[in-house]
């Protein structure tokens, strides 16, 4: 693999089979911590797991990525504490679109990512929106399922509020992914 084509993360941490395993739970397992930094809200609460779903995604890559947050999912489906509010999936079903968007979010930017997109601040926010695009609409047609809400009221409770915190969440990571490869770099 180039490293044009490369992920961060593999510029300094070789592709072996028990590196794949260990980044892979690694990913699931920050995810799992950062979906316990909230503010609970109805019907979704506030968290930092859309943060490290997107970063998991871009630094570990399109296949890696998408695996690690199949890992928790599955985490939460066995029964794991993994989801906000250390639920398990039957405790967080008003959620679940949003859950299984994140593999497919994570997905993309991990492609976008190993197409560069990890190295400019604005490739990074625009990998970003991508990627919580694909969340919200996994996200509004789970909250249509799971809680018979009209698309406009799943907008409005799933999407609207968290749009300032995403944005914020975008800059931050605009402003330390470009700097994280230039110390790789280096």
Do not use: E
Not at 69 to 90: D, H, I, Q
Not at 110 to 137: D, E, H, M, N, Q
Not at 151 to 169: E, M, R
Request: aromatic share 8%; no cysteine.
């Amino acid at each position: 693999m180039s490293i044009a084509q490369a992920t961060i993360v593999d510029r300094f941490v070789p592709r072996t089979v028990v590196s794949n395993i260990s980044l892979v739970f690694g990913g699931a397992l920050i995810t799992a911590l950062a979906a316990q930094v909230q503010i609970p809200m109805w019907p979704v609460p506030l968290t930092l797991q859309t943060f490290a779903v997107l970063l998991v995604g871009a630094t570990l890559g399109a296949g890696r990525g998408a695996a690690s947050l199949s890992v928790y999912l599955a985490m939460g489906a066995a029964g794991l504490p993994v989801f906000a509010s250390a639920k398990t999936l039957t405790g967080a079903l008003p959620t679940v679109g949003y859950i299984v968007g994140f593999v497919a979010a994570a997905a993309l930017v991990g492609f976008l990512a190993s197409k560069g997109f990890s190295k400019t601040p604005l490739k990074v926010a625009f990998s970003f929106a991508a990627g919580s695009v694909i969340i919200y609409g996994f996200g509004v047609a789970g909250l249509m399922i799971t809680l018979g809400l009209s698309i406009s009221q799943a907008i409005a409770t799933g999407v609207i509020p968290f749009l300032i915190g995403d944005v914020a969440k975008a800059i931050a990571a605009a402003a330390m992914l470009p700097l994280a490869w230039k110390i790789v770099n280096k």
